[in-house]
């Protein structure tokens, strides 16, 4: 894992990348605010009440030095904020209804992302992921070509790396939604020098099973085929086909993964959600993200179960993901 770090750190030092962190009332995050800023790797930035702040870091027992810190309740860049809200979501919100939203410090944040004034954001420690995605997608959006966002969390065991999303957004996909998953998940596993292999998942493997779910997967995967012929993909394949080479002999001998897929993704949000939490905790590999894909900018959420450790990490992902921008 510390290789991870050092590869990542490598990445963003000397950059100025500037992060900011709306959740400056919880411990976690103060204390990775205060790593981020002790070690130089990027410039954090807090919001919340100053004293609040303060009474966070003495919880947590990390000094924050000259951290910057916003207020959304009081803060001088406030108007500049709100009248770029207003700009940004003409005719979805009126000047009035942008002064009580900026008040909630992810869309601060995530209009401190609009404006430039900083790289990206990490937030979502107490916050639900909806609560933390939502200003993202209504403000930053996707990427030219890019119909929606999802999520990917980097799976990190002793001796490999995988990525499995969407663990995060996307309740019910259709096979469009599961195809630009798989590409923008291939994108993603760049990031953590991953040979993306993708597993396109399911309970069936190439048609052992008849299901109008299973064809989705299956299509999703000749539509990936169809856009990205570069890319190595399999499906609809059952988990053990995908990820066993003795498996993947017999269930899927023509099978281009050959049972060492890198990228699983998974057919709905209940199978990628709970998968990854099963494999993170009964298998211990360590579970990094959510990393929301596509965006045009870096917003990325935490689970409200994450340590100090992770907000550390996805934090260090996050500015790798500005300076590619
Ligand atoms: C992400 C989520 C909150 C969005 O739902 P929502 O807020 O009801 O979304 P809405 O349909 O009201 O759309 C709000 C805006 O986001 C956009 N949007 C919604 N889903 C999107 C997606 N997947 N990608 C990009 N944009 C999206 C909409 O286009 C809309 O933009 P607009 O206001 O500019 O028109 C919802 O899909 C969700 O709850 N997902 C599950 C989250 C979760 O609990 N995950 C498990 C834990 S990680
Ligand atoms: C990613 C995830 O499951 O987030 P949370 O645990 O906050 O719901």
């Given at each position: 894992m510390n290789t991870l770090i050092n590869e990542l750190k490598e990445k963003v030092v000397g950059k100025n990348i500037r992060i900011v962190f709306p959740e400056g009332n919880d411990a976690r995050i103060v204390a990775t605010a205060a790593r981020l800023h002790a070690e130089k790797s990027i410039i954090p930035v807090l919001l919340g009440n100053k004293d609040v702040i303060a009474a966070t870091a003495r919880e947590a027992g990390v000094v924050i030095g000259d951290i910057e810190t916003h207020d959304p309740e009081n803060d001088p860049l406030f108007d500049e904020l709100v009248a770029a809200f207003v700009e940004r979501r003409a005719g979805k919100a009126t000047e009035e209804q942008a002064r009580l939203t900026l008040r909630d410090p992810n869309y601060f944040g995530t209009m401190l992302v609009h404006i430039g004034n900083v790289d990206g954001l990490v937030s979502g420690a107490i916050h639900s992921t909806g609560d933390t995605v939502r200003p993202a997608l209504q403000i930053i959006k996707t990427k030219p070509g890019i119909k929606k966002t999802s999520g990917a969390m980097v799976m990190i065991g002793r001796s490999a790396r995988f990525i499995f999303a969407d663990v995060?957004?996307?309740?019910?996909?259709?096979?469009?939604?599961?195809?630009?998953?798989?590409?923008?998940?291939?994108e993603t596993a760049a990031i953590f020098n991953i040979d993306p292999k993708i597993a396109m998942l399911s309970f069936s493997t190439h048609g052992s099973a008849k299901s109008p779910d299973a064809t989705a997967v299956a299509d999703a995967t000749h539509l990936v085929r169809d856009a990205r012929p570069d890319l190595v993909i399999d499906g609809e394949i059952q988990f053990d086909a995908a990820?066993?080479?003795?498996?993947a002999e017999l269930k899927a001998p023509d099978s281009p993964l050959a049972g060492n897929a890198s990228v699983f993704v998974f057919p709905n949000l209940s199978a990628g959600n709970i998968g990854y939490k099963l494999v993170q905790r009964f298998a211990k590999l360590e579970a990094v993200g959510p990393i929301l894909q596509g965006l045009n900018k870096p917003v990325n959420d935490l689970s409200r179960g994450c340590t100090a450790d992770d907000a550390y990490k996805l934090a260090l992902i996050t500015a790798v993901q500005a300076v590619a921008e």
């Open positions: 995060a957004i996307n309740i019910n996909p259709d096979s469009a939604d599961l195809a630009e998953t798989a590409i923008t998940s291939a990820f066993v080479p003795e498996v």
